[in-house]
Nanobody, 125 residues
Framework: QLQLVESGGGLVQPGGSLRLSCAASGFTLDYYAIGWFRQAPGKEREGVSCISTSGGSTNYADSVKGRFTISRDNAKNTVYLQMNSLKPEDTAVYYC?????????WGMGEGYDYWGQGTQVTVSS
């Protein structure tokens, strides 16, 4: 079965950090760009970050630039999202998704081949 599995979510205080992981099962991530998305209750899904197949190109939403870092370890078939200086407005379910490239409209979430089930991130004191 081909799937992506996110992990690493949880409850953290404002200013804290979390590292999310996106692991592939049943296929190799080497040939896929990976996007991270999030959706808060009552809000539309938002593109957070995208990383190319080699890791040489990354994209970030303005709301997370300077705080979040996307990376990948193809040997471990895993992509990471390091989240620092977390704010209450970062609270959401975070999803990863696989596509051939980080297209210009990567943040729209259209055309991705695989999606994970999501992991909850809650930033609260």
């Amino acid at each position: 079965q081909l799937q992506l599995v996110e992990s690493g979510g949880g409850l953290v205080q404002p200013g804290g950090s979390l590292r999310l992981s996106c692991a592939a099962s049943g296929f190799t991530l080497d040939y896929y760009a990976i996007g991270w998305f999030r959706q808060a209750p009552g809000k539309e899904r938002e593109g957070v970050s995208c990383i190319s197949t080699s890791g040489g190109s990354t994209n970030y939403a303005d709301s997370v630039k300077g705080r979040f870092t996307i990376s990948r370890d193809n040997a471990k078939n895993t992509v990471y999202l390091q989240m620092n200086s977390l704010k209450p407005e970062d609270t959401a379910v975070y999803y990863c998704a696989a596509d051939s490239y980080c297209l210009a409209n990567w943040g729209m979430g259209e055309g991705y081949d695989y999606w994970g089930q999501g992991t909850q991130v809650t930033v609260s004191s």
